[in-house]
């Protein structure tokens, strides 16, 4: 996923599948400074910017439990799969069920 920039402000958000937002500001067209940290919910990598209404929206569902550690000898790390129909969206604080 594409980080999303904000040209009023100077800010560019980039999540992580782990449940983080990252916001950096644009100091200048070669520097970029870590603003804040965000903890969302683990999946939550899908966003969309509103620059109108700045607001930041991050989708996600619920998965289920992590999977016990593997042997050394797997070098793909195991993933947590989602749970059917339970789809999430946030948006400034404000988590909206958007499961049937």
Do not use: C
Request: charged letters at 25%; proline letters at 10%; zero cysteines.
């Amino acid at each position: 996923m594409p980080p999303a920039y904000e040209p009023e402000t100077g800010l560019i958000f980039v999540s992580t599948r782990e449940g983080m937002v990252h916001i950096f500001h644009e100091d200048s067209p070669d520097k970029f400074s870590e603003a804040e940290t965000i903890k969302t919910e683990y999946g939550a990598k899908t966003m969309g910017l509103d620059t109108k209404t700045h607001n930041l929206f991050v989708d996600t569902a619920d998965f289920g439990p992590a999977p016990p550690p593997q042997p050394i000898i797997h070098t793909r790390r195991a993933r947590r799969f989602r749970e059917p129909s339970a789809y999430w969206s946030t948006a400034n604080d404000r988590l909206t069920s958007l499961s049937q």
